[in-house]
């Protein structure tokens, strides 16, 4: 069973960084594309940063120029590195990959997974 799980998050000054990954576990055969999506209280999630399987990134506008998206695709996980971090960047931040797997009865399935998220605060 594929699974993703988020790390990195915490409490950070205005003007921190932090560094959140997304690790998978599975039987992922190939991952066509990573996002990074949060969610502020009250507020609809939103897609922050995306990779694509050859490498191209797109970012959310207030975003660019401060968080950079980057994958490990050997280990199968995907970065966020955040600097320049604002108040309102606190959100949970979760990871998404659109991939394909191998159930448990050795068939090919293409889904769409996501984390459980993680925290960042951005506060003084």
């Known amino acids: 069973q594929v699974q993703l799980v988020e790390s990195g998050g915490g409490l950070v000054q205005p003007g921190g960084s932090l560094r959140l990954s997304c690790a998978t576990s599975g039987r992922i055969i190939r991952v066509d594309d990573w996002g990074w999506y949060r969610q502020a209280p009250g507020k609809q999630r939103e897609l922050v940063a995306s990779?694509?399987?050859?490498?191209?990134?797109d970012y959310r506008d207030s975003v660019k120029g401060r968080f950079t998206i980057s994958k490990d695709d050997a280990r199968k996980m995907v970065y966020l590195q955040m600097i320049n971090l604002k108040p309102e960047d606190t959100a949970v931040y979760f990871c998404n990959a659109n991939l394909v797997a191998m159930n448990m009865n050795s068939e090919f399935e293409v889904g769409k997974y996501w984390g459980q998220g993680t925290q960042v605060t951005v506060s003084s």
């Open positions: 990779i694509s399987n050859d490498g191209i990134t």
